[in-house]
């Protein structure tokens, strides 16, 4: 996947068929390294255009119903902290289903741990 | 307090509208990121994970009530209504948008605060001993001298573009609290043979990935000439201090090359040149004029101690809890220094919501409070309590969720923001801490356990002074999954010592069984009033490393 900060309040955005937008569940997959690099070097325009910064590619991991990114770094980004449920994208998702705790066990909804060699995609 | 002068309130203004000027330069595309970020960076500016990050300085950790709710104010209409007090002793709030942080500089500006200086390759914000007025046994108030400091560093036109960022300290009694040995410059208040007071000036400490306690290089300097050796340390590390290689840029990579010896003897040479031209030789009058605003309050005669303080005491067992650990003695009959505690259990360590600033300026104002301290363990101080207010005022802070009993104990963890904010960090610090909180969550053991000092960073630089902690903590990351490496026997304090790592990192579900394998160890081999870093500095790492790795030894086979 291809991501960046938005300039103006540096939210998280997702490249999606030639634009940005914010939500990491619609955020376009990269099979291909070459079309990934395409993506990142057609998303230059945005830079020059001041819309975002610091634009990059990351690994994510396609599961059975689900993606998720390879790193714990990305998924804290998709989400918002852990320690604060009601900060960033995840105050605007669906409450899991046992929402009593203060602190994020695992990630939801990304189950970990993760496998030694992930099938990896970006 | 100190207030500022017609020129302080002049350039801060003034800086504020420059930043309003050059992030709409921004936002119309006329200057990239590229020309923008140092600019930013100078103002406290960063960019993080889920937004922007402004930090904002308080020198020497000192707030009026009113600057304390401007604090509130921005948390509340600029932020998400709370902000992060850190290991510097400022304040950093998340989420503010790229348009709105000069509106923010001006509300700071308000309440003469700022953020300059908070981020860069330039002389940060000066720290002190949180105590600083209050404490037996001081020398002096050392915040004058920071005030100086801070007026002689800011705008430096020599040392705006040092090799790397310059962190100096202040402490003015026999215990450290400041960690001066830690910092780039540390200064200690001393008094010579003659009765004169001065400075013993040490240089080279740091954290990072490369720990080191700082070389004592002038052993008495001077009052009138502190700026003078300072400017000529400076000198020295602007000249010599690397700028090829990030990671050796700071001062005491070069003063741990050089040696003490010789790093003396080439300050001594720019000392020599600066003093001989005389510029910065600082006038006893000024230094008055600045004493003057620090000058502690009228404190009343009173005894000893106070029947309310006593009857509590007695009869609310929080209370004695509370008094037993936050409350440290004051240099006044019938005070006290109160320490309220940013480490309730199940909150992130450090962090304050606006309600419990607006709450904590109320309380300052309804009982004649001056000032309040923010003290590098990422804690608040009221320093000056008449013994007798003290249940109320208890009372008070309890009702803001702010009257944990447990300051210097194990669950009062320094931890830096972590993988969940920071751009740099490699692993969390937040949820371990709060976890390791949850576990030692019991009173009666935490005070059974004494002074445990647990310090916690989310990757190699060293924010949560995990090198400097009783029990270091250091998250790294291995293929993208999370590990905690432990560290035994640092100390920030006067005792200063580098922690030794113990091994290889444990997981995120095993690294709280370790610490507490490592805890049950210390009561095990403790001998009679042997804190844990007395123990481990007398039986050394093996006792420990055995109890903490023990489940993965048999897990192995």
């Not at chain 1, 079309?35 to 590619?57: E, I, P, S």
């Not at chain 2, 080439?266 to 000058?295: D, M, N, S």
């Not at chain 2, 004649?368 to 003290?375: N, P």
Request: glycine share 8%.
């Amino acid at each position: 996947m291809l991501t960046a900060n938005r300039l103006l309040d540096g939210e998280v955005v997702y490249w999606q068929g030639g634009d940005w937008q914010p939500d990491f569940a619609a955020a376009e997959i990269f099979d291909e390294a070459e079309a990934a690099k395409a993506a990142l070097d057609a998303a230059q325009a945005f830079v020059r255009d001041n819309k975002v910064v610091g634009t990059y590619l990351f690994e994510v991991r396609k599961e059975a119903n689900r993606v998720a990114p390879v790193k714990e770094r990305e998924i804290i980004r998709s989400l918002g902290p852990s320690v604060r449920r009601d900060m960033g994208k995840q105050a605007l998702m669906p409450a899991p289903p046992a929402a009593a705790k203060p602190v994020r066990e695992t990630s939801p909804p990304y189950p970990p741990p993760y496998p030694e060699e992930p099938d990896v995609s970006i | 307090m100190y207030r500022y002068d017609e020129f302080d309130a002049k350039m801060v203004r003034e800086r504020a509208q420059q930043f309003r000027y050059q992030v709409e330069r921004r936002i119309k595309g006329e200057l990239t990121e590229d020309e923008f970020k140092p600019l930013r960076l100078k103002n406290g500016l960063y960019l993080q994970l889920h937004s922007y990050m402004l930090r904002v300085a308080v020198p020497y950790g000192t707030l009026s009530a009113r600057q304390m709710r401007q604090l509130a104010r921005i948390a509340r209409d600029y932020s998400r209504g709370y902000g992060h007090f850190t290991t510097r002793t400022n304040m950093q709030y998340h989420w503010p948008k790229l348009s709105e942080v000069p509106d923010i500089l001006e509300l700071l500006a308000d309440v003469e605060m700022h953020c300059i200086q908070t981020s860069g390759n330039c002389v940060r914000n000066v720290t002190a001993d949180h105590f600083a007025g209050a404490v037996a046994g001081e020398l002096e108030d050392p915040r004058p001298i920071c005030e100086i400091i801070r007026q002689w560093s800011s705008f430096h036109p020599e040392f705006n573009y040092l090799p790397r960022k310059f962190k100096i300290a202040v402490s003015a009694t026999k215990e450290d609290r400041a960690a001066v040995k830690y910092h780039d410059i540390g200064m200690e208040v001393i008094r010579n043979e003659a009765g004169e007071t001065g400075y013993r000036v040490f240089v080279g400490g740091g954290m990072g990935r490369t720990p080191y306690v700082a070389l004592e290089i002038g052993k008495f300097v001077g009052k009138e000439d502190i700026l003078a050796y300072l400017e000529a340390i400076l000198r020295v590390y602007n000249e010599y201090g690397r700028r090829d290689n990030i990671h050796k840029a700071r001062v005491k990579i070069l003063a741990h090359q050089l040696g003490a010896d010789e790093f003396r003897r080439q300050v001594e040479v720019e000392f020599a040149e600066i003093k001989r031209h005389g510029t910065l030789h600082l006038p006893p009058e000024e230094l008055k004029r600045i004493e003057a605003y620090f000058a502690p309050p009228a404190f009343e005669d009173l005894p000893e101690t106070a029947p309310e303080f006593e009857a509590a005491v007695k009869a609310d067992a929080g209370f004695a809890a509370w008094t037993k650990s936050n409350l440290t003695p004051h240099k006044a009959k019938g005070y006290a220094i109160a320490t309220i505690s940013l480490k309730t259990i199940g909150q992130t360590p450090g962090d304050a919501s606006a309600e419990q600033m607006d709450g904590l300026a109320q309380i300052m104002e309804d009982f004649g409070f001056a000032e309040i301290r923010v003290s590098h363990e990422q804690n608040l101080v009221f320093p000056h309590v008449r013994k007798k207010d003290l249940p109320a005022v208890y009372a008070r802070l309890q009702a803001l969720d702010l009257g944990a009993a447990n300051a210097g104990l194990i669950t009062d963890i320094i931890c830096c923001p972590g993988l969940d904010y920071c751009d740099l960090a490699n692993a969390r610090s937040i949820p371990v801490a709060m976890k390791l909180q949850e576990r030692f969550a019991d009173l009666e053991r935490q005070h059974e356990l004494g002074e445990i000092k647990i310090k916690m960073s989310g990757c190699i630089n060293a924010c949560g002074h995990h090198h400097a902690g009783h029990i270091g903590i250091l998250g790294v990351d291995k293929k993208g999954v999370e590990f905690y490496q432990i560290q035994l026997g640092g100390s920030g304090a006067e005792d200063a010592s580098v922690g030794e790592i113990m091994g290889p990192g444990f997981g995120k579900d095993e690294i709280v069984d370790a610490v507490e394998r490592v805890v049950e160890t210390y009561v095990s081999l403790r001998a009679p009033g042997e804190r844990l870093l007395e123990t481990y500095r007398r039986v050394g790492m093996t006792p420990f490393k055995n109890a903490a790795y023990q489940e993965q030894m048999y897990a192995a086979y």
